[in-house]
Structures are given as C-alpha cells and as structure tokens.
C-alpha cells in the first residue's frame, strides 16, 4: 500500500523560504514523484516532478525559485521554495505514480496522493 506524508508547510513573510518533505513508502523502485498545490478556488496544478531517473519537469511559474529533490535511498521528495510570493500561499500536495516514464504535470498522471501541508506567504 503506498503511503504519502507531507511535512514543512508553516507561515513565511515574501521572500522567504520553506522546504516541504514527503515521505513515501509502498512504492516499487520505478516510479514518479512530484508536487502539487492548491489555492482556494483555484485548480490543483503540477509545480515539479523527478522521477527514480532523476529526470525533473518544472512549471514555468515556479522554475528558478523552486527545487525538487529526493534523498538517495529515494524514500524522501522534497521541495525547496525559495523567494516565495504571497501567491504561493496554498495547499502543497505531494504525489506519485508507478509509470516512471510518462513524466509530466498533469495531475491525471498520479495516483496517489498525499494529504497536504499548507503554505501561508505574507507580505
């Protein structure tokens, strides 16, 4: 059974920063893993994937402040979120899927899901 656990979401002034964690268990060696967020009234949309090739897919609007990454044993994704904007504030949702090579920002592409850790930017 794959588990997804996030951790790190918290209150930060704009332009400082935060890293999110997930822990992952259950998942075969061949998988993806990425983040996703959610502000009210907004869609659920894809901000950056890696999968165990280490191949990384980042969304026009967060590329160069965010950084995905995963610890070597590939059991914890993180997020890095560097100058962070006020619109950032939202839900942060990590997920994952076992077709490691249809790597992408869809969220029709995961299957599981994470439960969230918000993210609340002030100015």
């Known amino acids: 059974q794959v588990q997804l656990v996030e951790s790190g979401g918290g209150s930060v002034q704009a332009g400082g920063s935060l890293r999110l964690s997930c822990a992952a268990s259950g998942l075969p060696y061949r998988n993806k893993m990425g983040w996703f967020r959610q502000a009210p009234g907004k869609e659920r949309e894809g901000l950056a994937v890696i999968n165990s090739d280490g191949r990384q897919t980042y969304a026009p609007s967060v590329a160069g402040r965010f950084i995905i990454s995963q610890d070597n044993a590939k059991v914890t994704l993180y997020l890095q979120l560097n100058n962070l904007k006020v619109e950032d504030t939202a839900m942060y949702y990590c997920?994952?899927?076992?077709?490691?090579?249809?790597?992408?920002?869809?969220?029709?592409?995961?299957?599981?899901w994470g439960q969230g850790t918000q993210v609340t930017v002030s100015s």
């Open positions: 997920a994952a899927d076992v077709r490691a090579d249809r790597l992408g920002l869809d969220r029709s592409l995961y299957n599981y």
